[in-house]
């Protein structure tokens, strides 16, 4: 990112293998976009179980984007600490039925999975984005991507999500994070998946201080030349800091969070509360730009 231009101010570009519905081959947004989060699981550490049916999905993909959430994550397994993967032929009853119909309504869509199996019938259901929470470190997945034409979210994540938590350690959080993550980008691109956005994994394999410091860190993460995705909406290292039990009662400590990846050049916030990030981002970047009530309008 241009150390001239303000964080608000900042283009930014995803490219796609396939058109857009709109003729386009990119999307291009300025300052951090919003993607809202659609957890079709019984178990979620969030909202676990509250859009199980397929019309309270629907409802929520399309309120999240009527909020201003560019993109809509449908995820069909849960990656909480201490959760056991899910048999690829339920991921795939949980998430097709509304990709399908959240796609029919115009949404773009990514596919919250590890498995290719599922993000093979994500994108043919009308997905057009890959969110591997596994890194891709699965060559068929990144095949898969490449055939298909689709950007990939990799995200870092040491161990599994039955047991990334029981003792996480990194001798330099930050550069380990990074040097997975820009070598993972490299293999992608030269594989042929036509871009990607980097996500440091924050709460995936990570004590609150790795957390702290790769949220810190996230200039030097922009500064590999791809978009940085920053997703710790609602996360447990937020309780453990602020002392906040409920996930649903985490809102402010995410949008400091989120706000504080902002100002370092995040390009994308993974969020539960699209609404009340599109009026965070929007006062911070008012007030950065030292713009009065009255120029607002």
Same mark, same amino acid.
């Given at each position: 990112?241009?150390?001239?231009?303000?964080?608000?101010?900042?283009?930014?570009?995803?490219?796609?293998?396939?058109?857009?519905?709109?003729?386009?081959?990119?999307?291009?947004?300025?300052?951090?976009?919003? &993607?809202?989060?659609?957890?079709?699981?019984?178990?979620?550490?969030?909202?676990?179980?509250?859009?199980?049916?397929?019309?309270?999905?629907?409802?929520?993909?399309?309120?999240?984007?009527?909020?201003?959430? &560019?993109?809509?994550?449908?995820?069909?397994?849960?990656?909480?600490?201490?959760?056991?993967?899910?048999?690829?032929?339920?991921?795939?009853?949980?998430?097709?039925?509304?990709?399908?119909?959240?796609?029919?309504?115009?949404?773009?869509?990514?596919?919250?999975?590890? %498995?290719?199996?599922?993000?093979?019938?994500?994108?043919?259901?009308?997905?057009?984005?890959?969110?591997?929470?596994?890194?891709?470190?699965?060559?068929? &997945?990144?095949?898969?991507?490449?055939?298909?034409?689709?950007?990939?979210?990799?995200?870092?994540?040491?161990?599994?999500?039955?047991? &990334?938590?029981?003792?996480?350690?990194?001798?330099?959080?930050?550069?380990?994070?990074?040097?997975?993550?820009?070598?993972?980008?490299?293999?992608?691109?030269?594989?042929?998946?036509?871009?990607?956005?980097?996500?440091?994994?924050?709460?995936?394999? %990570?004590?609150?201080? !790795?957390?702290?410091?790769?949220?810190?860190?996230?200039?030097?993460?922009?500064?590999?030349?791809?978009?940085?995705?920053?997703?710790?909406?609602? %996360?447990?290292?937020?309780?453990?800091?602020?002392?906040?039990?409920?996930?649903?009662?985490?809102?402010?400590?995410?949008?400091?969070?989120?706000?504080?990846?902002?100002?370092?050049?995040?390009?994308?916030?993974?969020?539960?509360?699209?609404?009340? !990030?599109?009026?965070?981002?929007?006062?911070?970047?008012?007030?950065?730009?030292?713009?009065?009530?009255?120029?607002?309008?």
């Amino acid at each position: 990112m241009d150390p001239a231009r303000h964080w608000y101010d900042h283009d930014h570009t995803l490219t796609f293998g396939r058109r857009l519905p709109d003729g386009s081959t990119a999307l291009r947004w300025r300052g951090p976009a919003l &993607m809202g989060i659609v957890n079709v699981t019984p178990d979620s550490f969030s909202d676990g179980g509250h859009l199980v049916a397929l019309d309270d999905a629907v409802e929520s993909g399309l309120r999240l984007a009527a909020e201003g959430a &560019m993109v809509v994550d449908v995820g069909g397994e849960s990656t909480r600490p201490g959760a056991e993967s899910v048999a690829a032929a339920e991921e795939l009853r949980r998430v097709v039925p509304v990709i399908e119909v959240l796609a029919s309504r115009g949404l773009l869509l990514s596919i919250d999975t590890r %498995k290719p199996a599922v993000a093979a019938a994500a994108l043919a259901a009308g997905a057009r984005i890959v969110n591997d929470v596994g890194g891709l470190r699965d060559e068929e &997945m990144t095949a898969l991507c490449a055939r298909e034409g689709a950007p990939v979210v990799i995200t870092h994540m040491q161990g599994e999500p039955a047991t &990334m938590q029981a003792a996480p350690h990194y001798t330099d959080v930050v550069t380990e994070v990074s040097n997975y993550l820009r070598a993972a980008s490299e293999r992608a691109l030269a594989a042929g998946v036509p871009d990607v956005l980097i996500d440091p994994g924050i709460g995936f394999g %990570k004590t609150v201080a !790795h957390n702290l410091a790769l949220l810190q860190a996230t200039g030097r993460l922009v500064a590999f030349g791809r978009g940085v995705l920053v997703g710790a909406s609602r %996360k447990g290292f937020l309780d453990k800091i602020a002392r906040v039990p409920r996930p649903a009662d985490r809102l402010g400590g995410s949008l400091a969070a989120h706000l504080a990846a902002a100002r370092l050049g995040a390009a994308m916030l993974r969020v539960h509360d699209v609404e009340q !990030h599109r009026q965070a981002l929007a006062v911070e970047a008012a007030l950065a730009a030292g713009l009065t009530y009255s120029e607002r309008g």
